[in-house]
């Protein structure tokens, strides 16, 4: 998927509500679902960073309700990915 495909689906854009940001949160993890056991395209990395900068720039608005940073929740979200690999191929 290019960059004009992925933005097709779901544009990035400022979050200004609890539910923008959810469903923004839910997008990231489809499309690191979608990409977890492939090589990731350029346009692939700038549109997950675009999701990401959406969401830290919502989450700074609420530092206090919010205890992960955005590089944290990708990195959660990515070993819950990799975790689910391995328990799939112990199966």
């Given at each position: 998927?290019?960059?004009?495909?992925?933005?097709?689906?779901?544009?990035?854009?400022?979050?200004?509500?609890?539910?923008?940001?959810?469903?923004?949160?839910?997008?990231?993890n489809e499309v690191l679902d979608?990409?977890?056991?492939?090589?990731?395209?350029?346009?692939?990395?700038?549109?997950?960073?675009?999701?990401?900068?959406?969401?830290?720039?919502?989450?700074?608005?609420?530092?206090?309700?919010?205890?992960?940073?955005?590089?944290?929740y990708i990195k959660a979200v990515?070993?819950?990915?990799?975790?689910?690999?391995?328990?799939?191929?112990?199966?």
């Amino acid at each position: 998927m290019n960059y004009k495909q992925l933005t097709n689906e779901f544009q990035p854009r400022p979050i200004t509500s609890e539910e923008q940001f959810d469903l923004t949160r839910n997008r990231l993890n489809e499309v690191l679902d979608i990409l977890h056991d492939r090589n990731w395209s350029a346009d692939q990395r700038d549109y997950c960073h675009m999701l990401g900068v959406v969401i830290s720039e919502y989450e700074e608005q609420f530092e206090d309700e919010f205890t992960m940073t955005r590089f944290e929740y990708i990195k959660a979200v990515v070993e819950e990915k990799i975790l689910d690999v391995i328990w799939r191929l112990k199966r």
